[in-house]
T-cell receptor
Framework: GENVEQHPSTLSVQEGDSAVIKCTYS??????FPWYKQELGKRPQLIID?????GEKKDQRIAVTLNKTAKHFSLHITETQPEDSAVYFC?????????????FGKGTLLTVNP | DTEVTQTPKHLVMGMTNKKSLKCEQH?????MYWYKQKAKKPPELMFV???????INESVPSRFSPECPNSSLLNLHLHALQPEDSALYLC?????????????FGNGTRLTVT
């Protein structure tokens, strides 16, 4: 089955700095890569996703890059703000066949210091 | 402001009790999911329903019994749980089971088994 590795497990940055979280996956058939943000005590919320036919996607201060050859994808947050502090999960899935399973990374605790 | 509604928000139950968790969505999504999340861990998939039929059971113990009465509702019946089953139980939905549809999570039920 799919295995998703996520690094780092914790990341502390100063407000205004950039933050980068990296994930690797094992199944070359995976073709969908969402990122979820989970604030303490709240539900995971999709912040951005990318499909395997695209190399990069941006949404304001957030961007995701995908390297299919190397089987890794990254989340980039620019001009970080204290409200970006949360746990971020990457995930990968393969929609082939009749089953759909999203495999999550172990998460990155991002702390943005004012 | 979540579009996936879960009740109750909190539940404390003894090991001999029978209880049910409920989930509702009115977005017309045809796939619904139960996830279990322990503290500081990613969500773990338990069950997937697609078009009201169970399509994935991730080898979940029989003390957890899912039910999908209609396309908007998903229940999780609990019986004879163990203290290690204490966790946040998240319901999610997506437009379809496959096709790389983003998951929309509810706020979860925080379950404590005593």
């Amino acid at each position: 089955g799919e295995n998703v590795e996520q690094h780092p497990s914790t990341l502390s940055v100063q407000e205004g700095d950039s933050a980068v979280i990296k994930c690797t996956y094992s199944d070359s058939a995976s073709n969908y890569f969402p990122w979820y943000k989970q604030e303490l005590g709240k539900r995971p919320q999709l912040i951005i996703d990318i499909r395997s036919n695209v190399g990069e996607k941006k949404d304001q201060r957030i961007a995701v890059t995908l390297n299919k050859t190397a089987k890794h994808f990254s989340l980039h947050i620019t001009e970080t703000q204290p409200e970006d502090s949360a746990v971020y999960f990457c995930a990968a899935s393969n929609s082939g066949g009749s089953n759909y399973k999203l495999t999550f990374g172990k998460g990155t605790l991002l702390t943005v210091n004012p | 402001d979540t579009e996936v509604t879960q009740t109750p928000k909190h539940l404390v139950m003894g090991m001999t009790n029978k209880k049910s968790l409920k989930c509702e969505q009115h977005m017309g999504h045809r796939a619904m999911y139960w996830y279990k999340q322990k503290a500081k861990k990613p969500p773990e998939l338990m069950f997937v329903y697609s078009y009201e039929k169970l399509s994935i059971n991730e080898s979940v113990p029989s003390r957890f019994s899912p039910e999908c009465p209609n396309s908007s509702l998903l229940n999780l019946h609990l019986h004879a749980l163990q203290p290690e089953d204490s966790a946040l139980y998240l319901c999610a939905s997506s437009p379809k089971e496959s096709n790389n549809s983003p998951l929309h999570f509810g706020n979860g039920t925080r379950l404590t088994v005593t």
